[in-house]
Every structure is written in C-alpha cells, then in structure tokens.
C-alpha cells in the first residue's frame, strides 16, 4: 500500500467514452451542414429576404461564419451563426463545471440561430448546438426553445412533440429530463416568467451516466433540483447521433407553425405587445444567458453574439396586459412551465 | 499585555468621521426635495408630459416613490426615482468592498434618474446619488453622466464645466478624480467604446482618506488604475455639504443643453441613429451596472429599476458610421475619454 501510495489506481476510460480520431472534423462538418441546411430553407421560406454571410476569424484561433437574413418578409432578423474555435484554456466558468479540463488546450463547435419574425403570431425562436474537447473530457450540449408573443397552445403542443419524438429515438429519458432544464433555464428571476414555452436545453453530455447535475449554481431556483441523476451511459456515437437528429427536428418542429401564423392581420395593439415582450429576450439574453456573457466578457466576435437581440425592442414602465386577453393567457399559461405534450383543448 | 489579549486596543473613531444622530433623517430629505426640485422643473421644461408617481414599499423594510414622464414634448420618457430602505444585512458584492458592515443591519437612501429626450439632438443624462450606513461604516456614492447621440462638444465641456464648479467648491481633488472613475465605469468593453461623454462617479466616500480606491475588480481594465489613493480627509457634513451641492448642478449642467438642442429639426436617420445607440444604454446597464444587476437579483422593484432602459431600441448587425459623419465624429471623439474642461473648438 505504502510504495503504491503515488500512484493512485486510475480506472482506465472505457473505450466506449472516447471520441474516435476524427471526431472534431465530423461534428464540425456536421454543425457547418446544419447551418447551410437551416439558412436555405429559411431563405426559401421567407421568399424575400437573403442571407449574407460573414467569415470571421478569432486572432487566438478558429473563427466562423455569420449569416444574418434582414428586412425579410417573414424575419424581420433571423442570424444563424457556425463557429469553430479553440485556444489554450477554457473560461473558469466553464472549468468549475469541468476542472478535469484544466490546463489542458480546447476545442469547440457549434451552430446557433435566433429567428426574429416580423408578424406577432409568428413565434421567435433559438436553437443551440455544440460540441467541446478539452484533454481527458469531452461533452455534446444544446438545445431549442420557442418564444411565442400570442398565445397558440397547439404550435407549442406541435414545438414539443416534434422534439420530444427526435429525443425519444436516442432515450426515454431525453425529452423530460431535457424539457424540464430548458423551463429552469430559461427562466427570469426578476420577471418571474420563463422566456417562453421552452423545448430542450441540455449541457455537459458526456456518455457517463448522468444525464442532469442539477440546476446551474448561478442559474434561477428550480422546482425541482432534487431529480437530478437520471442514468443513462452512452457511447459518442450515440450522442452525436442524438445531437444529428435533435438539429434536424428543428425544421420540422418550427416551419409549419410559421406557415400557418405568417398571413394573419395584425395591428399596431399586436405589434406593440411583441416589441415590448422582446425586451424579455434583451434582458434574458443580457442578463442571464451564460453564452452572451461568457462571449462579451471573452473578446468573443462582439456582433455575431448580439445578433440574438431582436431589431425593434419596446420597454413600457407598469404595462400589464388587459385582464382577459390574449396578451394575458399568454402571462397566465405561455410564460409558466406546462406539461405541452399532454396538453388538450378542454385544458 | 497578556492580560489585555482579548480587549485590542481600538483606537476611537475620531468624532468628525462619525454621522451625526440624524443623519439618515437629513439625507432621506434632501434626496426627496432632490427628487422634487428635479421633477418640478423637468415637468416645467417639458411642458407637456406629467409625472405619474407610484408609492411603493419593500417587504423587507422600507419603500420608494418612482415617478415617470412618458410621452412628453421633449421627454419620451422621464424616470426620476427616490428610496429609503433598510434590511438585515447588505449583499455579499457590497460587503466584499466594505467588510465592516458584516453582521450588521444597514440603511441606504438616494435618488436616480435616466431622461430619455425624444429629439436625437438631446442627450440621454443619468444622476444617481446615495447614502449608506451599516454598523460602524457609513459613506456616499453618485454621480452624474451624460449620453449624446449628435456630437456637440459645447454640450459636453457645460456639462463638465458645471459638474466641476459644484465639485470645486469641496475640494480640488474632485472633479480630476471623480471624472476618470466616470470615464472608467462607463465604459463598455465588449463595444471598446464609453457609454457617453461621462461626468461624475464616485463610491464608498467615508471622509477617512482615500478618495479612490482604484478601479472595480469587476469593472473595466483601468488606463489608470495605479494613480490611487489621493487623500482627502472629510467630515460628514463636508460630504454631505458636497452630495447636497453635486445634486443641485445637475438642473444648471443639462437643461441649458435641452434648451439649446430640442428644437433642432431631424429626420429618419438621426431618430434612426439613436434608436440604435441607445441599445448601448441597454447592454451597459444589463451587463455592467452594478446597480441594475444587484437590484435584480436581490428582490428589488423591477419597474423601477428597469425605469432605466429606454422606451424603444433598435439593434443592427454590423451597423458602422458613414467616414466623416457627425455619427462617425461620436465615434472616433465622444465615445472616448476627453479632457472637455479644456476643449477649445481648434482641437
């Protein structure tokens, strides 16, 4: 025991929870497909509007390629952003998540978007997904979250039913476990609302038993932080196909409630409202989000972090909505976690 | 001296260091007088807009009246408020700067304001001042900044030249150093830019020496962070004296400024241009200001905090000033510090 006592016995990794050699390279040419599949039908979609593209590079190295669509028909702004970085140390705030990261070089790659529409009733949306390497560890997270201004329990039902069944192809346990982190997630303390209807939000996926760690330590309180744990080992394979079929139910899951909202009559009582509630998103993104603020206080591309703030933003002192509104069930029910997948009319 | 181990000599606090019995009563009412004098006249000058007040009280101790101007002639949105609130104990951000107040209950008062003029010509201003005590440590913090869209340098030196003549009358050492920890505060990093052409800011002033005790930790890298410690020794009443005569140059240093500009003739593009720099407004005070951020995220009264961000904002990816604009000229002159004091028209 004594002579061993310098050498600790380090449980070799298991084979399964490594990522093959090329594993950077897939993921990244999966995330720059991701992006290329999502901005064409986008721009199809929309009909007006282009995307114009900017190829940036970060000086401590990689870099990335922003593509913005304004003054659309449809998206007032929607910017889909590909990245693919990497440098000598990750951020503390990400090393107290993972300190077996520590002093080791990273890599990172990701795909993010968030679509600013021009019509009220056409909901805004975000999708993250990205991938990190930082010597021994490794970890998928991501997500997409829909942020309705008018209350349409049927295009939040449709939202969550199209991630959950491409959640349910990888583990049961996905989809609930994954639902509930999004409602804590994205969550305003200071409002006491949620950003939205939610989706999937995830972090730190690893493949080594536990799916969910808790609530963030600097996040909101969460109702339910003591269901953390739920196991569930899985190979990289299995996870880069899991974050595959997430990212391509994002289409599926938000074109056709565009489709049918984008033509309905709006005045300037709608438009109002969904100025004003984008301030949310301002103050969501500004304050809370760890992706923003990780970005702007790291000499991250300043404009392409931003592109998540929406075009025209109202902020209104005391507005309450009108009691029986639609502006008010959407407080009442959209802005609080909801079980969308079992939702019924005669709710 | 064994004998006297556990009764360490304290040398008594020297009684012109300690507030006088009524000190809190005297602060509270000249931060409402402040408030009354500043909103009587701003309603006079507005001439159109009314300010609705709103009485509000803190579960935990104390209370408010916010009082907001919407939709003026002149002010698009006016918030002046006044606090009183005391609690068990301070928040751990302001106890790392003064670990005195550990352990003990606290009261804070003060006054602020953000104007929001309509006409792009106009600048935004902000005044904020404060009093706090907590166990056997008491100071005042504020200070008065200025945020032009249009740049006119005449308005830039009054305001300085104003703000000035108030600190000079306290002390010499005031406005040199109070105008550089404004020019550090204000500053927004991920921008690379000052929020405006600054003014005063100044914390924690107890009299006991130190007028600046270098930059925040948490805020911005400090072009000079090491000239420290300029020693000023002050009683209460000579900071209150000097609180009391910063608060009442805030009227002279910007209504001429309103007066001069308000009627200025404009067009999309500067309406369009201040929609858009008052997004910097909003990303200063949702990611650097430490009073929005510990207001939110210590229970504070949400509306009235947020009374700060502008009533309509616009964002624009990549939005770069025309070379040799008067946008540009903000840019390239008044979005960095200067010495506006000294400022000749040949410069």
Known sequence: MLTNSHTPTVKPASSKFLPPTD????????????QDEITQALAELDGVGEFKEDAWERPEGGGGRSRVLREGKIFE???????????????PSILKQRPEAEGHQFYATGTSLVLHPRNPYVPTVHLNYRYFEAGPVWWFGGGADLTPY????EDAAHFHKTLKQACDQHHAEYYPVFKRWCDEYFYLKHRNETRGVGGLF????????????GPDPKGP????????GVVAQRTWEDLFAFIQGGGRAFLPAYVPIVQRRHEIEYGDRERNFQLYRRGRYVEFNLVYDRGTIFGLQTNGRTESI?????????WEYCYQPEPNSPEAELYDTFLKPQDWINWTTTH
């Open 202 to 213: 995830f972090d730190y996926q690893d493949g080594q038993g536990t799916l969910y760690r």
């Open 306 to 314: 931003l592109m998540s703030l929406p075009p025209l933003v109202r």
């Open 221 to 228: 309180a969460a109702s339910y932080s003591d269901e953390v």
């Open 23 to 34: 594993a950077k390279a897939r993921v990244s040419q999966f995330m720059k497909q991701l």
């Open 77 to 91: 702004q929607a910017g889909v952003n590909f990245s693919e970085v990497w440098g000598s140390h990750l951020p």
């Open 150 to 153: 008018y209350p349409f329990a």
